[in-house]
């Protein structure tokens, strides 16, 4: 079983940036998504921001030209370096990687606990 735990969450001022982490316990054999969601309080969740294996990357319209998705593979982590940041983006950020551990495993979507992110006005 593979866990995926984040970090880098925590209160921050308007237009000030943090930069998550998702770091993976064990390398994943085959990745067919990568990706950032929040959940805000008395919300669904919504996704974020995504990036292909080509290190194609993609982005919800409400974060797009504020927040950048990488991945190092080598370090079995993924970022989210999220800048001019604002009230609206309060939630909890999960990431999620949905992928094969072996080359004989089904699919599996894994979650991480999820990193609190507080931005004040």
């Known amino acids: 079983q593979v866990q995926l735990v984040e970090s880098g969450g925590g209160l921050v001022q308007a237009g000030g940036s943090l930069r998550l982490s998702c770091a993976a316990s064990a ?8 990706g950032w969601y929040r959940q805000a309080p008395g ?3 919504e996704w974020v921001a995504a990036i292909t294996n080509g290190g194609s990357t993609n982005y919800a319209n409400s974060v797009k030209g ?22 609206e983006d309060t ?31």
Request: glycine share 4%; aromatic share 14%; with cysteine.
């Open 91 to 121: 939630a909890l950020y999960y990431c999620n990687a949905q992928a094969r551990i072996t080359a004989d495993s089904s699919i599996y979507s894994y979650w991480g606990q999820g990193t609190q992110v507080t931005v004040s006005s």
């Open 27 to 34: 390398r994943l054999f085959s990745i067919n998504f990568l």
């Open 66 to 87: 504020r927040f950048t998705i990488s991945r190092d593979d080598a370090k079995n982590t993924m970022y989210l370096q999220m800048n001019s940041l604002k009230p």
């Open 43 to 45: 919300k669904q969740r």
